[in-house]
């Protein structure tokens, strides 16, 4: 899906976990950059163990990975804005998300 302001992925198209269980997502798809997730993207995906964000990427939706009961790894996403509610939730093996340390109890990241 995309907006004037990129791309936002809405779900697992891009991933070939039955292989790796890596969930590489791409800065840009054609000339327009990865944005966002979307809500609900990758909810309750259990072939996924690592994912790997874009640096462009601005916001995670609600519940966006959460019950991905196998995940281990996120790393990048270093210029995240906004995390959604519960985008990580209930993730039992994943122990935290350096690029989320300074996200707020609203989901904005802290300046």
């Known amino acids: 899906m995309e907006d004037d302001d990129g791309i936002t992925i809405t779900g697992g198209e891009f991933v070939d976990g039955s292989e790796t269980g890596e969930l590489t997502l791409p800065d840009r798809i054609g000339a327009s950059k990865v944005t966002s997730i979307a809500a609900d993207a990758f909810f309750s995906r259990e072939d996924i163990t690592t994912v790997v964000l874009p640096s462009t990427l601005r916001s995670i939706g609600e519940y966006a990975f959460a019950v991905c009961a196998n995940l281990r790894t996120v790393t990048g996403g270093e210029n995240l804005e906004r995390v959604g509610r519960d985008a ?24």
């Open 88 to 111: 990580f939730s209930d993730t039992p093996f994943l122990y935290g998300v350096d690029s989320l340390d300074d996200v707020d109890d609203s989901g904005y990241v802290s300046p």
